[in-house]
């Protein structure tokens, strides 16, 4: 059936499958197996080596490559500039919620944007501005917004009030 074809060219066709994979499937884990075809191909193509002495070649660069990259990545992470992405949760800690069913012994709604919460936190009535200080899950943790309401200092000091 592959007689036709040149050992190499079918290590390099597999490099590339395997390279074309990993933009479908995600984990960063198919690219080292095809840096292991691509070159096994290229050392096929120059040295002329026999199928056992490929695939140990090739099983060999999978292992390295594969080690090598895990070892790179553990010292030197991926850091992502936006950690809480896919956090929705994360993302509403210390934003401001309005109480829309009121929140008695404990638990009650809020609307945080468009969409509404089961808010947990101390006993407050409808249309109270919370503010969100945790999330598990789809329960929002709550507190009363404080306004603090003393004068500036610079108005003290006037013997001014504000």
């Known amino acids: 059936m592959f007689e036709g074809l ?24 198919l690219i080292w197996l095809a840096v292991a075809a691509i070159a096994t191909g290229a050392l096929t193509f120059v040295f002329d080596w026999g199928v056992p002495f490929q695939v140990v070649n090739f099983v060999s660069l ?6 090598s990259a895990k070892r790179f990545l553990r010292d030197k992470p991926i850091v992502s500039d936006d ?4 956090n929705r ?12 069913q009121a929140i008695d012994g404990g638990e009650g709604r809020v609307k945080v944007g ?3 919460w089961i808010g947990r936190g101390p006993d407050s009535p409808v249309g109270t501005r919370m503010l969100i200080t945790a999330t598990k899950g789809p329960i929002l ?6 306004v603090d309401v003393t004068p500036a200092l610079g108005a003290e000091a006037d013997g001014k009030t504000a």
């Open 83 to 86: 950690p809480l992405l896919n």
């Open 6 to 29: 040149d050992a190499a060219w079918v290590w390099l066709a597999i490099g590339l499958a395997l390279a074309a994979l990993e933009l479908v499937v995600p984990g960063v884990y």
């Open 141 to 146: 943790t709550v507190e009363p917004i404080v």
């Open 62 to 67: 999978a292992l390295i490559a594969a080690y």
């Open 89 to 100: 949760g994360g993302r509403m800690i210390g934003e401001s919620a309005v109480v829309t």
């Open 114 to 116: 468009d969409s509404e």
